[in-house]
Nanobody
Framework: VQLVESGGGLVQPGGSLRLSCVTSGISFSLFTLGWYRQAPEKERELVAT???????NYADSLKDRFTIFKDYAKRTVYLQMDRLKPEDTAVYYC???????????WGQGTQVTVSS
């Protein structure tokens, strides 16, 4: 199983970024895929998840600015981030959680920095 994130970088406040996580080795429809983030000296926190069936769930504070979606053909899950704020600065991690067994894995993370 492998999760490879990309798309992070430096963006000005108010800007947008789209993160990508290419998956391999998992049954796309049997896993909940997600994005989490960890800012310096803070706990890792949920950003958004999307189930194998396509149901999305968001952190309440982010649902108006972030959108999670996936492309079955490309085996990729995306996080569209709009109207970014400095407090969105963090390392963003992709996750895959098996819905019918005890298995979870993470990508290596991609840095997002929101600064002028």
């Amino acid at each position: 199983v492998q999760l490879v994130e990309s798309g992070g970088g430096l963006v000005q406040p108010g800007g947008s970024l789209r993160l990508s996580c290419v998956t391999s080795g998992i049954s796309f429809s049997l896993f909940t895929l997600g994005w989490y983030r960890q800012a310096p000296e803070k706990e890792r926190e949920l950003v958004a998840t999307i189930t194998g069936g396509g149901a999305a769930n968001y952190a309440d504070s982010l649902k108006d600015r972030f959108t999670i979606f996936k492309d079955y053909a490309k085996r990729t899950v995306y996080l569209q981030m709009d109207r970014l704020k400095p407090e969105d600065t963090a390392v963003y991690y992709c996750s895959a959680h098996a819905e019918k067994r005890d298995y979870n894995t993470w990508g290596q993370g991609t840095q997002v920095t929101v600064s002028s």
